[in-house]
């Protein structure tokens, strides 16, 4: 499984980005997608993940009410859209990719229980 992210840029606070999480290869089409973000010095920080059915969503309260993930099922294709962009969103945005077991639902934020990775994505806030 190959996942590609792409979307990243440059935005001045207040403002929105999307990013696109494309997978291909032997594509878990059931699988859970996630999105993490990382700055220098700093552990990766979960942001958001969703269900493989597409209805259960977990977001990080640090991004609560501003970001959306969605997912594209015909075009293997995770968005994460972003409003409301603040300086403190800047980092190297990761999607990732797990088997959603019954039961580990709970364990969603952790980068550990994905087992794919894309190359990520620079999204920069200026203020």
Request: glycine share 12%.
């Amino acid at each position: 499984v190959q996942l590609q992210a792409s979307g990243g840029g440059l935005v001045q606070a207040g403002g929105s980005l999307r990013l696109s999480c494309s997978a291909s290869g032997r594509t878990p089409s059931t699988g859970r997608m996630a999105w993490f973000r990382q700055v220098p010095g700093k552990e990766r920080e979960f942001v958001v993940a969703v269900r493989s059915n597409g209805a259960s969503k977990r977001y990080a309260d640090s991004v609560k009410g501003r970001f959306t993930i969605s997912r594209d099922y015909d075009e293997n294709t995770v968005y994460l859209q972003m409003n409301s962009l603040k300086p403190e969103d800047t980092a190297v945005y990761y999607c990732a990719s797990g088997v959603d077991l019954l039961g580990t639902w709970t364990h969603s934020h952790l980068h550990g229980v994905y087992d794919y990775w894309g190359q990520g994505t620079q999204v920069t806030v200026s203020s």
